[in-house]
């Protein structure tokens, strides 16, 4: 019984960051002992002061960042040196970045084909449908034959979440996906992100955007100094933090 | 009062000219003393060129000396090869002018390629009617050279007609025509495979010239792309060896490494493998010309920002294939403007193989001023020689800003 409920529990786990430890080779310790459940259908929003480590913190979950002591597993998945596992994890995370990285020399369009024709092997024409359903879903399907530079920030990283949706992710990372737009442009994005939650992607968004944390977060992380300092739902989080770095730092931004 | 209606009209051509004259050159009284001065100069210097060449300059050693110049001491029964080997470089040039022009852009409706490339078509057509009865070339070889351009221009017109229901896989795959048609020219050049072999020593002239620079080009760049991506390598090894490779050659002159390949291949290779002496001195080209690749390729992959390669690997493609899609194209277009401007140094650099006794362009050139028949016309054999480099520089620059435009998706027409 009681081993019926673990095995349920770790089959609906979908990321698991146990006691993370990164030095930068200059030798700053940036993550301290960092830990994160993430179960399917979750969206977790980390929060916390500038130089924290949550953007180091996310970008160790589909290696874009090494870790020197600790361990990570995806869906059951060591992610640790071998590059195979890492490639395996890279094609079911997706990713969207603060400064959206589009490929600049490519369309819009082809932004979207490029990693499911040669990383799924998929036909062209199957994955320019599959671009196109997403980019109606994000509202820009009449930009598909568009230079990256021909449109608007909001635009571009709503360019930049359908190119990720495209390799049908199980896990979707957000690295402060609205911090390098325009403030008119924010809403656009967040209203994208919103929906992707309420289809039930499981999500992990860097952000200081309070309102979408309070809106869609199922729990809100507070970093602080490369460790995790609270875990808590949104409502318990703003309203009544257990600790007092919290606080202090809910007293800076609110 | 009449009915009729003043209208304003905007100025003439004639005035607006004489309003850019009054503007640009004799705006201020020192303007215009300086803009005398100079066009005094410049027509002076064309003056004086243009009664050298017409009244003073013999140009009969060009027209005497024409073939020689252009493919040396090549056998004359064996020159139909040359012929042959024109008329599929002309055929292959004009197809591929055709699939460019035909291209659709990816982002509005439209052709890619540039509407004057009409203009180009006629300087070249022009050309091809021109220069063989300046020559004073017989009937046979005028038209053969007219035949040559009039199949340029038609498979020009041709594969147009044809590209555009071919679609822009097509070019990728029509590129690979060309390395064929290259190793077919070496073959007709060089003789074997039942052809009569002519030994290296034979070749000469611009022939000479273009198949150097040309091997050292195509070889150099997959070269020089590997050298700056070894660079750029984590691995040690590799990056330690790029990087004593490109100090090496980058610290010695070009012609004290081609004295070096001329004395050194021989006893580095056992006997019989090291090459003869024109393809030790395309070698050697080729080395030299991949380590300044290496740094302009370096240079472009530091202009793309790490994020590029992030967002690639973050989608799962391979280390490999990010830099193949997403990193190199970037690179290059932005390394492009340097890389040509390496060529076109490499293709001006053959004229020192002459030193270690090649006959490509200069060589021939000083053979023929040796000549006692034509003692004294240096004038008008340097002058050709420099028109040649320049045509051959400029039809590079061209192509290579052509492209750039091509390329790059910031400077497309509509963005402004």
């Not at chain 1, 257990?242 to 730092?249: I, K, L, M, Q, Y």
């Not at chain 2, 020089?224 to 070894?230: E, T």
């Amino acid at each position: 019984m009681i081993a019926a409920i673990a095995e349920e529990a770790t089959q609906s786990l979908i990321l698991e960051a146990k006691d993370v430890h990164k030095w930068y080779p200059n030798g700053f310790h940036a993550l301290r002992g960092a830990s994160l459940q993430v179960q399917r259908g979750e969206v977790v929003v980390i929060m916390g002061p500038s130089g924290s480590g949550k953007s180091t913190f996310i970008r160790t979950f589909n290696a874009l960042e090494d870790y020197q002591k600790g361990a990570i597993q995806f869906d059951g998945l060591p992610l640790g040196n071998d590059l195979r596992h890492i490639e395996a994890i890279r094609r079911e995370v997706g990713m969207v970045f603060q400064q959206f990285n589009l490929f600049p020399h490519l369309t819009v369009l082809q932004n979207l084909t490029l990693a499911p024709m040669l990383v799924r092997r998929r036909s062209r024409a199957q994955a320019q449908q599959r671009a196109l359903e997403l980019l109606t879903r994000v509202g820009i399907a009449e930009q598909a034959g568009k230079f990256p530079g021909q449109l608007s920030g909001g635009q571009q990283q709503r360019v930049a979440i359908a190119r990720s949706l495209c390799m049908d992710p199980r896990l979707m990372l957000f690295d402060e996906p609205t911090s390098a737009l325009d403030p008119e442009m924010v809403r656009e994005v967040l209203d994208v992100m919103q929906g992707l939650a309420a289809d039930g992607m499981t999500m992990v968004v860097v952000t200081h955007e309070v309102r979408f944390a309070r809106q869609v977060a199922d729990r809100v992380v507070l970093m602080a100094d490369g460790e995790v300092v609270e875990i808590a739902p949104p409502e318990t989080f703003f309203t009544n933090p257990s600790h007092e770095r919290t606080r202090r730092f809910l007293d800076q931004i609110l | 009062m009449g009915n009729s209606v003043t209208r304003e009209l905007p100025p003439g051509s004639l005035q607006r000219c004489k309003d850019w004259l009054r503007k640009e050159l004799f705006a201020t009284r020192l303007d215009g003393l300086l803009s005398l001065v100079l066009i005094g100069s410049i027509l002076a210097a064309l003056f004086g060129l243009l009664r050298w060449a017409l009244l003073q300059a013999n140009w009969a050693v060009i027209q005497l000396n024409s073939t020689l110049l252009c493919i040396g001491r090549y056998p004359i029964e064996q020159q139909w090869r040359l012929w042959l080997l024109a008329f599929l470089l002309a055929a292959t040039a004009g197809a591929s002018w055709g699939l460019l022009r035909s291209c659709r852009r990816a982002d509005r409706p439209g052709l890619l390629w540039p509407r004057n490339d009409r203009i180009a078509a006629a300087v070249l057509l022009a050309v091809c009617l021109i220069i063989p009865p300046a020559l004073g070339l017989s009937i046979a070889i005028a038209g053969r050279w007219l035949a040559i351009a009039v199949l340029l221009m038609a498979m020009r017109w041709l594969l147009g007609r044809i590209g555009r229901r071919l679609g822009a896989d097509a070019i990728k795959w029509f590129a690979l025509v060309w390395p064929v048609i290259y190793l077919l020219g070496m073959v007709l050049i060089n003789g074997g495979f039942g052809l009569t072999p002519v030994a290296s020593a034979e070749w000469g002239g611009l022939m000479l010239t273009l198949l150097q620079a040309s091997f050292a080009i195509l070889l150099c760049f997959p070269l020089g792309v590997m050298l700056a991506l070894g660079r750029r390598s984590s691995y040690p090894l590799l990056r330690w060896g790029s990087v004593i490779y490109i100090e090496f050659i980058r610290g010695a002159p070009l012609i004290t490494l081609l004295f070096l390949g001329q004395n050194i291949l021989g006893f580095l290779l056992p006997g019989g493998l090291a090459p003869e002496r024109v393809w030790r001195a395309a070698w050697v080209l080729t080395i030299f010309a991949a380590a300044y690749l290496a740094e302009a390729v370096r240079s472009g992959l530091a202009a793309i920002p790490n994020g590029q390669m992030e967002a690639a690997r973050s989608l799962g493609l391979s280390t490999a294939q990010g830099l193949q899609h997403v990193v190199l194209p970037q690179a290059l277009r932005v390394a492009l403007p340097v890389m040509v401007g390496q060529f076109i140094s490499l293709l001006q650099d053959t004229t020192l193989l002459s030193l270690i006794g090649l006959m490509e362009l200069l060589g021939t050139a000083r053979t023929v001023m040796a000549n006692p028949d034509f003692l004294g016309h240096y004038g008008e054999v340097y002058l050709t020689l420099a028109l040649l480099f320049w045509c051959c520089c400029a039809a590079l620059g061209l192509g290579s800003r052509a492209l750039e435009r091509r390329l790059d998706p910031h400077h497309l027409p509509n963005l402004r």
